[in-house]
């Protein structure tokens, strides 16, 4: 996993790169809408493909999957090699979409196999470190991805997240993982008609956790925050119309930045709020709060530094955000629906980041203010962790009320 999100991440500068470059030569569209077209495609796609990966990931071997999903993603990373001039970004934009849309089944069964190889009472830890591995990936990835990018170009950077994703594939093919406890035969009347997705949403239900499933949707501000650090790093931190290097070591810096937050949030979570049901739902609060402080100020930073602090700051939040929802419906969702789960949360999310990252590019191309889509974004987090502290005040208070 970790090889694989290395390579990850070092496309993804690679291609914001591309966007930068080759959209303002062809002068496209305003960058706030290109960057933001290239976040819906890579979201869009896992959000339709989540109601077919969920039931493969709960009926199929989650090795086998995870590693024919790796070798495809080879191969389209290579087709990233013909992306050459402006003519070819909807090619770019076509890959990418096709890319994270395979990506799905892969995390879909990853997920899914996590609590089935640590016990429950470990699980948190198990996502911190999970959540650490994924933000050094992201921090070492992105800021690489800017030095190899300068080094060898885009072209030597497409070649090597293919030869990650075919590393990846390798290890995992020792990997020993049970098969799922729901290991049959896949339905697929059942799940073109959606029937086995909404199995899975009354599971949750029927555990009182399906406000749970909510909480990333609700983050889905962060999808907009992403677009503007695209644009941060493209016009105020870089040099607006910039060659390909230049752009990509901004951006990359930016990312590597929030890799920094997003490996410190579970931490602070942990250390500071405990690990029950009940601290980890007011972590969430907390989450939102967080970022709201970190993009809030990050318009008055002036330098590199300072911004990337603040970014850092706002994804130690956001972080938090991420692995406490997540911790509190693996604890409670059977073995056999987890894949199904984790699609039902991964297609609210997709949808949320989507709406946020059009929302926020095109609110920057409308004002001509990055600014005042940073101020849009906070304030709505704010909002968001007052609305879901209120919302959450039934969950999981009969544990805390046992626990007096």
């Known amino acids: 996993m970790a090889v694989s999100q290395a390579g990850d991440w070092l496309s993804r500068v690679a291609v914001l790169s591309l966007i930068a470059s080759l959209g303002g030569v062809d002068a496209l569209g305003p960058v706030g809408m290109l960057y933001g077209m290239e976040l819906s495609l890579r979201l869009l796609p896992t959000g339709f493909m989540a109601p077919l990966a969920g039931p493969v990931a709960d009926r199929l071997s989650r090795r086998l999957v995870m590693v024919l999903a790796d070798l495809a993603r080879a191969v389209v990373v290579l087709c990233l090699l013909f992306v050459d001039e402006p003519g070819d970004l909807p090619l770019l934009y076509g890959l990418v979409a096709l890319q994270t849309g395979l990506a799905v089944f892969f995390d879909a069964a990853r997920s899914a196999a996590l609590p089935s190889v640590v016990r429950r009472e470990d699980l948190l830890d198990a996502h911190a470190i999970s959540a650490a591995t994924w933000s050094t990936m992201l921090a070492v990835g992105a800021f690489s991805g800017a ?189 056999a629906f987890r894949g199904r789960v984790h699609a039902l949360e991964f297609l609210g999310l997709t949808l949320s980041f989507t709406f946020w990252g059009l929302g926020l590019g095109w609110v920057t191309d409308r004002t001509g203010s990055v600014d005042v889509a940073l101020a849009v974004g906070a304030a709505a987090a704010f909002l968001t962790g007052i609305f879901w502290l209120v919302w959450s005040r039934s969950l999981f208070a009969t544990e805390e009320a046992s626990s007096v």
């Open 147 to 335: 030095l190899v990018l300068a080094a060898v170009g885009t072209r030597g950077v497409f070649i090597a997240d293919a030869i990650t994703f075919v590393v990846s594939a390798l290890l995992l093919i020792g990997l020993p993982l049970a098969a799922p406890a729901g290991n049959a035969r896949l339905p697929w009347r059942r799940v073109l008609s959606g029937k086995d997705m909404a199995a899975a949403l009354g599971h949750a239900r029927e555990l009182g956790i399906g406000r749970v499933l909510a909480i990333k949707s609700l983050w889905g501000m962060a999808g907009g925050f992403l677009v503007l650090l695209s644009v941060l790093g493209s016009e105020r931190f870089g040099t607006p119309g910039a060659g390909v290097e230049e752009a990509g070591m901004a951006i990359g810096t930016l990312y590597a930045a929030r890799g920094v937050g997003t490996g410190l949030g579970p931490l602070f979570a942990r250390r500071f709020g405990g690990g029950t049901d009940r601290a980890l739902v007011r972590a969430v609060a907390v989450g939102f709060w967080v970022a709201a402080l970190g993009y809030g100020i990050l318009p008055w930073a002036t330098t590199m530094t300072a911004a990337c602090l603040l970014v850092a700051l706002a994804h130690t939040g956001g972080s938090a955000i991420w692995v406490s929802s997540t911790v509190l419906w693996q604890r409670h969702v059977s073995d």
